[in-house]
């Protein structure tokens, strides 16, 4: 019976939190590339507890585009997920402290969502409890 509560405590400390009370989430923070001496546009995008910082990241077309992606330290894996082939867009990365190099080259202007695919069981998936954000391509 002991085993059985340890574990759906573990379970549930997964599904609902870090453990890391001191990490909120932004309610929107906004980051514009503009293009280097190397020719690529360049971000740096945090995840943490159920959020991305920036979760808004502007970007120009037909320029290569690096991300920088990572995640606070926690026992919750989390995913760096953007699809948008008809834009020559397709990331799913796992993530972890140290960041995670992700380059592509955005053919067609749009909105393209970003987010955390993982879930836990029947809970809400990182994506609906707010772990996104959007790539705006100009």
Known sequence: MRTTLVLLACCLGLAGG????????????????????????????????????PNRVIVKANIPVELAVSVGSSLIPHTFVIQAPEAGIAVDESLSSTAKSIRFTPTAAGSYPFYCRNRLLFFE????KGMEGVLVVE
């Open 18 to 53: 870090s453990g890391r009370a001191d990490v909120t989430a932004p309610d929107e923070a906004t980051y514009r590339a503009t293009v280097s001496s190397d020719g690529m546009q360049h971000a740096k995008i945090e995840g943490g507890s159920y959020f991305f910082r």
């Open 125 to 128: 998936s990182h994506r609906d």
